[in-house]
């Protein structure tokens, strides 16, 4: 049985070089951290998969960036529907985040059930 890697001996053991590639240095968003922590959690075998194949960043990434356009997307149908008009926004502000803020709630349950918890 051939072997290709190297190792490093610590005391009387002797520890794997093991090397990453080089993954992008951008930051994961609030849906990419949370697709994290439920595969943590809830889907292990998933997790280890992607993460010892080196595509769990780039999947967190893809999902992060797909929550976040849907978001921008269903925010202006939702508000729309609950009646959230630039008019209300200068008659009844309070109304008015009050109802956006019940939007925007609206629009990240369905992300949850569409993208995260998927």
Known sequence: MENSLTYTMNGDYQIP???LTEQPEKPLGKYGRMRKAY????RPLIYNQLLLTEKLYPHLIEIDETAQSRL???MPQLAAAAGATEQLKASDPMRWVGLMNTCKAQAEEILMAELIHS
Do not use: T
């Not at 595969?39 to 809830?42: F, N, Q, R």
């Open 72 to 74: 921008e997307q269903m």
């Open 39 to 42: 595969l943590k959690e809830h």
């Open 17 to 19: 070089d093991l090397k």
